[in-house]
């Protein structure tokens, strides 16, 4: 394995976990907002309200979106299983 080689493993591995991770991370981020927004509106400043709402977002659109991840996860560990079955 030569260092191009490499880099292209480890530039796949991070395409991978920005991809997969996308679909937790987007909701929780558009709920978080939401919930700020509600906050600084009605001035209910409780830090523990945005936790129930981030939660359910997340495991909703990981339920949703499982296949999906499960299919990145499938076409990276094919290219790393397939690299080394040829010799990389």
């Not at 939660?55 to 990981?62: K, T």
């Amino acid at each position: 394995m030569n260092e191009v080689d490499a880099l292209d493993m480890v530039r796949a591995a991070i395409w991978t976990i920005i991809v997969g991770s996308a679909p937790a991370i987007v909701p929780a981020m558009v709920v978080g907002i939401g919930i700020a927004l509600l906050q600084a509106l009605t001035q209910v400043q409780e830090i523990t309200l945005t936790f129930i709402p981030k939660i359910l977002a997340i495991l909703v659109m990981i339920i949703v979106a499982g296949p999906f991840i499960g299919g990145q996860l499938h076409y990276l560990t094919v290219l790393v299983y397939g690299r080394i079955e040829n010799g990389f």
